[in-house]
């Protein structure tokens, strides 16, 4: 009887040993594992902060993409608008030199009329006519000066008088009033 006590003692030893070397292998496949699981938590980490600058990246990009195109069509709209402001500063001669016929007072209120239909058309579409008055200083950058002569009512750099309206779209000069400086 001792020996199949011997023998099954040397089983379990056997499968002590067994478990022993399992549990030392679970042990280590444990902290492979674990080792593993924070590598690809740290490359996780990094794919998101890459995918975060790169939608941050595109975003920047798309609202620097908008507003150039914005800036592209006022400059394309300001240059259209040019176009037409003869056309304005025609029916403001016509206005000025009205004959004291009246028979010719439907006509005059014609292009009045007209003349204001195109102003709100104007104003509606961001254009605005720049306020120049006589006395004004004079300023480079909304005014062009067709001269400068000596005014005795007025001081060096005022404005004497308006000969064509400036305008403006937004905040971008698309024509410079044209006046007279007095010197």
Known sequence: MDE??????EKIAQADKAFEEDMSSSENELEM???ENEQLRMQSAEYLDSLQRER???ANYRRRVDQENLQIYD???GDLVKIFLPVVDDLERA???KPEIPEVDPWYQGIELTLQKLYKTLE???VQKLDV???DQFDPSIHEAVSHEDHPDFSDGQIVEV???GYKLKDRIIRPALVRVAK
């Open 4 to 9: 199949p006590k011997k023998h099954e003692e």
């Open 133 to 135: 008055n006589p006395g």
């Open 95 to 97: 206005l000025k030199q």
């Open 75 to 77: 400059i394309a709209f």
């Open 163 to 165: 000969l064509q309206n």
């Open 56 to 58: 941050a990246s595109f």
């Open 33 to 35: 594992l674990k080792t």
């Open 124 to 126: 509606s579409k961001g």
